[in-house]
């Protein structure tokens, strides 16, 4: 079965970086276009980031832009969201996703696997 496996989250003051990870297992991962979504307190989950198959072409939510970093390594089955200059309006439940399609990156209703998620918070 299929399951994706955050980590990294924790609790920063803002402007610091904090870098997630997610592991893949029980699916051939490098078929999978892969993306970042969060849900913040009170708030619809939104996209973050999202990267193609092959790692070559990456796509932000205007809100990260500049200060997000989304990358991939189909070796190790995993895929990194590297967050710097966090602001407190960053902090929300972190989710990794997997897809089949090549449309719509940042559509969370393409993606067919979810992971948990994980918490980052960043303090004022």
């Known amino acids: 079965q299929v399951q994706l496996v955050e980590s990294g989250g924790g609790l920063v003051q803002a402007g610091a970086s904090l870098r997630l990870s997610c592991a893949a297992s029980?699916?051939?991962?490098?078929?999978?276009?892969m993306g970042w979504f969060r849900q913040g307190p009170g708030k619809e989950r939104e996209s973050v980031a999202a990267?193609?198959?092959?790692?070559?072409?990456?796509y932000y939510a205007d809100s990260v832009k500049g200060r997000y970093t989304i990358s991939r390594d189909n070796a190790k089955n995993t895929v990194n969201l590297q967050m710097s200059s966090l602001k407190p309006e960053d902090t929300a439940v972190y989710y990794c996703?997997?897809?089949?399609?090549?449309?719509?990156?940042?559509?969370?209703?393409?993606?067919?696997?979810w992971g948990q998620g994980t918490q980052v918070t960043v303090s004022s």
């Open positions: 996703a997997a897809k089949r399609d090549v449309s719509n990156y940042l559509s969370e209703h393409t993606y067919n696997y």
């Open positions: 029980g699916l051939t991962f490098s078929n999978y276009a």
């Open positions: 990267i193609s198959r092959s790692g070559g072409t990456t």
